[in-house]
Nanobody, 124 residues
Framework: QVQLVESGGGLVQAGGSLRPSCAAS????????MGWFRQAPGKEREFVAA????????YYADSVKGRFTISRDNAKNTVYLQMNSLKPEDTAVYYC?????????????????WGQGTQVTVSS
């Protein structure tokens, strides 16, 4: 069983930066692929970024590529999402996700564990 708790969201002006983090419980954190998803009001949840357990493999949605960076610290059981050059359209609730399968995280379906979400608001 894995529990995920996000933090680090907030309000920022366009062009600014935020770095949400996701703390995971459980000794097997390093075995899980991790991902970030987001859901804006009135829209479906969408994939943002994923990182494999080994940290060698990352994948990003086209909309955030070059602006966002996903990373993990297995010693701290934590995954991060560095978000730079933020735009108003990045406004959403950001969710952390975990699954043994990296492909499952990238696909965004039938993921085993989800966090409760953290709000990110970008003002214009």
């Amino acid at each position: 069983q894995v529990q995920l708790v996000e933090s680090g969201g907030g309000l920022v002006q366009a062009g600014g930066s935020l770095r949400p983090s996701c703390a995971a419980s459980g000794r097997t954190f390093r075995s899980y692929a991790m991902g970030w998803f987001r859901q804006a009001p009135g829209k479906e949840r969408e994939f943002v970024a994923a990182i494999a357990w080994s940290d060698d493999n990352t994948y990003y949605a086209d909309s955030v590529k070059g602006r966002f960076t996903i990373s993990r610290d297995n010693a701290k059981n934590t995954v991060y999402l560095q978000m730079n050059s933020l735009k108003p359209e990045d406004t959403a609730v950001y969710y952390c996700a975990a699954d043994f399968s990296y492909r499952t995280v990238v696909a965004g379906k039938e993921i085993d564990y989800w966090g409760q979400g953290t709000q990110v608001t970008v003002s214009s």
